[in-house]
């Protein structure tokens, strides 16, 4: 059964870092997109950076220069590098991937449970 386990979630001061990462159990057929997404009360959803399967990245004008989104394939994970962190980017941090889980089964997006990260002034 596929599973997407977020880690790294914490509580940090403004201007410093934090890493976080995402586990994908069950071993997937194919893992293709996976992005991370953020998320706080009373807000829709947004989303903070992709990652294609051949390593193409794309972020969130937010956090455009103070976040590094990295995939290993051969480990099924993803992380995100989050830099010069500021209060606004607390928030619940979601790790997304499309998945096909075996060569049966049709591609769909899997969503983990979220990571809360806190930035205190």
């Known amino acids: 059964q596929v599973q997407l386990v977020e880690s790294g979630g914490g509580l940090v001061q403004a201007g410093n870092s934090l890493n976080l990462s995402c586990s994908v159990s069950g071993s997937p057929f194919i893992i293709g997109y996976m992005r991370w997404y953020r998320q706080t009360p009373g807000k829709e959803r947004e989303m903070v950076a992709s990652?294609?399967?051949?390593?193409?990245?794309a972020y969130a004008d937010s956090v455009q220069g103070r976040c590094a989104i990295a995939r290993d394939n051969t480990k099924a994970t993803v992380s995100l590098q989050m830099n010069d962190l500021r209060p606004d980017d607390t928030a619940v941090y979601y790790c997304n991937a499309v998945i096909q889980p075996s060569r049966q089964d049709r591609i769909s997006e899997f969503w983990g449970r979220g990571a809360q990260v806190t930035v205190s002034s």
């Open positions: 990652i294609t399967g051949a390593g193409i990245t």
